[in-house]
């Protein structure tokens, strides 16, 4: 939802300045002791912006809608030691429409983008868990290049 603030004005926002809808389905198999398959398989669909963001002046009548796409999380585990887990992960986003600009087409503007790399998620108490994901492209069109190493920090409370 578009919360947060937004400023049509800037190219960089906290919102997004319109609505999106995406459901997913999640699964997890659990094949062996130690081992665990996981998925998320998900489905983005896009409203239009009616006030699209830019720092340089656009028509006031301008809207804008990104691109449906749909997307799966993947991930593979083994428990290395109690606590320390193990594994290969990856995601694969595939738009497949173009972005619009005042109902009309960008062309070459779907993205896709494979990437798989290691993951190791560390609990060292029972509220506590550390993610470290680790990945490389395989695929890459219409995206941002390079891998990417992502830090995650989850405590309940």
């Known amino acids: 939802s578009p919360i947060g603030k937004y400023n049509k004005n800037k190219d960089i926002n906290q919102s997004s300045g319109y609505w999106s809808i995406a459901p997913y389905y999640a699964f997890t198999i659990l094949?062996?002791?130690?081992?665990?398959?996981?998925a998320r398989l998900n489905y983005l669909y896009n409203f239009s912006n009616n006030t699209p963001a830019s720092g340089s002046p656009i028509s006031?009548?301008?809207?804008?809608?990104?691109?449906?796409?749909?997307?799966?999380n993947f991930a593979t585990s083994y428990v290395a030691i109690h606590g320390l887990d193990v594994g290969i992960n990856g995601y694969y986003f595939?738009?497949?429409?173009?972005?619009?600009?005042?109902?009309?087409?960008?062309?070459?503007?779907?993205?896709?983008?494979?990437?798989?790399?290691?993951?190791?998620?560390?609990?060292?108490?029972?509220?506590?868990?550390f993610f470290?994901?680790?990945?490389?492209?395989?695929?890459?069109?219409?995206?941002?290049?390079?891998?990417?190493?992502?830090?995650?920090?989850?405590?309940?409370?």
């Open 94 to 129: 595939k738009q497949f429409t173009n972005d619009r600009v005042d109902g009309f087409a960008q062309p070459n503007s779907k993205v896709t983008n494979l990437s798989i790399g290691p993951g190791i998620s560390y609990e060292p108490y029972k509220s506590t868990l």
């Open 60 to 72: 006031p009548r301008t809207y804008t809608r990104a691109g449906q796409a749909v997307w799966i």
């Open 31 to 38: 094949p062996a002791p130690r081992c665990e398959l996981s």
């Open 132 to 157: 470290i994901n680790d990945y490389f492209p395989i695929v890459e069109k219409n995206t941002f290049s390079g891998f990417q190493l992502v830090f995650r920090y989850v405590h309940a409370f």
